[in-house]
């Protein structure tokens, strides 16, 4: 039987061991709240299983918001005083202890944690690993051909690509913004300056042609020759790839930032139970291998057989070593400095 009938022969049987697991542990939790409020970076995504947990519990209303994952933690900041969201679905590691460190979490212990590795949670439980996010070189395969395409971060840097870069805004996407956090670190931690690391983003600012408002908004730029080459995570351009559309990408030879993509609660919630609920059924086994199948997510979760997961997930991807505190405490003074003397400013 191949892996998709396996897949599609067993939705039937996973789901409705989803359902009884997820009925024992809302039991537990007690009567659930008529209402969720969720902010995720997910999007279409996301909202597809967002309806499946309303078909799970119809009686709660799921109020879904799709914003940025930066974005995010600037909304829950401004509403400290008054929490509107439950649940902060999506953001890397580094967002999630800025939250952490600001008051702005409450812990949770969800089902199967111990599946999680500790590198992909919160030692606190305040957050949760969900998905790995690889980041990756993207290139167009009609303007770039394999051999000249950028194989590590330095080569991003060329003349050659003056122009021809097309990047994420990263003062609102966490994709990118980790990586530009993490390309400063990579000197940060050899000298204890951020200076080089800085340098390194104006040579990279020289050679970006546009900084794009979403991430949908630079596949289009990519694809439409705005662009050459950016820097995204390998399940959105997997998707894009069997879309059609004519990308690859290479994984940097040097090692590249994972991003562990999370959840966790919000200080405050008004809506606790449905927002546990959600979280359990978020961080199941059945929801995940779901995300790997259908929409390239990589998870977090050690329990899930290898042959259920699309071949790119087995395959060996060098992670940079980061400091994710480090990164936590600096990022913002480093983005700062990007957007305040770096940005546009280079050309």
Sequence with gaps: MTRCALVTGSRWLLTL????????????????????????????QGQVFVEEFQKLYPNVKVDYLFLGAQEVLDRIRAERGNPQADIWWGAPTNLYLQAK?????????????????PAYRDPDHYFYGTFLTPLVIVYNTRA???????????????????????????????TTRTMYIAMVYRFYKE????????????????????????????????????????????PDTETQIGQGMPFAYLVPESGTPVIVDGIAMVAGARHPNAAKAFYE??????????????????????????????????????????????????????MREWDENIRGRSR
């Design 191 to 234: 000298t204890g300056s951020a200076e080089a690391g800085f340098d390194w983003l104006r040579r990279l600012d020289a050679n970006t042609r546009n900084y794009s408002s979403h991430s949908a908004v630079m596949f289009q730029e990519l694809a439409r020759g705005v662009g050459d080459v950016t820097v995204w995570n390998i």
């Design 144 to 174: 770039v051909r394999p051999a000249d395409a950028p194989k590590d971060w330095d080569d991003l840097l060329d003349p050659k690509w003056k122009d021809r870069i097309v990047i994420r805004d990263p003062l609102a996407a966490g």
């Design 101 to 117: 460190r600001e008051g702005l979490l409450q812990p949770y212990i969800p089902s199967g944690a111990d599946a999680i590795d």
């Design 281 to 334: 059924f978020v961080m199941s086994k059945e929801v995940l291998t779901r995300f790997a199948t259908e929409f390239n997510r990589m998870p977090a979760r050690s329990d899930i057989p290898a042959e259920l997961l699309p071949e790119w997930m087995r395959q060996s991807i060098k992670p940079m070593e980061l400091d994710w505190e480090v990164l936590a405490e600096y990022g913002d003074q480093w």
């Design 17 to 44: 061991v989803l359902v009884l697991a997820l009925a024992v542990a809302a039991s537990a939790q007690g009567a659930l709240e008529d209402r969720l409020v969720i902010y995720s970076p997910h999007g279409d």
